[in-house]
Nanobody
Framework: QLHLVESGGGLVQPGGSLRLACAAS????????IGWFRQAPGKEREGVSI????????TYADSVKGRFTISRDKAKNTLYLQMNSLKPEDTAVYYC????????????????WGQGTLVTVSS
């Protein structure tokens, strides 16, 4: 059974950094496109960043370009999101998901979602 578990969320001050992790079990990350998504209170879920199954390419939402970096550790079968220069508008529940392919920050053929981890950016 495919399973994703996020961790690393928490409370951070504006300008601070956090690294989120998404551990996969029941499948190998390298077989899927996988990415990060977030949902702020009262808003729809949006794509943040997706990395290809080969790991050769990644896309980012305009709002996080230059601040967030997606990466993948094959040995640990884990996806990461390094978030720097955090802003209050980055406050949201962050989810990871694996799918068959992607277009921009839209994941297609989603196979599994994680349960989410809360990131709060506030002074």
């Amino acid at each position: 059974q495919l399973h994703l578990v996020e961790s690393g969320g928490g409370l951070v001050q504006p300008g601070g950094s956090l690294r989120l992790a998404c551990a996969a079990s029941g499948f190998t990350l390298g077989y899927y496109a996988i990415g990060w998504f977030r949902q702020a209170p009262g808003k729809e879920r949006e794509g943040v960043s997706i990395i290809s199954s080969s790991g050769d390419s990644a896309t980012y939402a305009d709002s996080v370009k230059g601040r967030f970096t997606i990466s993948r550790d094959k040995a640990k079968n884990t996806l990461y999101l390094q978030m720097n220069s955090l802003k209050p508008e980055d406050t949201a529940v962050y989810y990871c998901a694996a799918g068959l392919r992607y277009s921009g920050t839209v994941l297609l053929g989603v196979q599994v979602w994680g349960q989410g981890t809360l990131v709060t950016v506030s002074s």
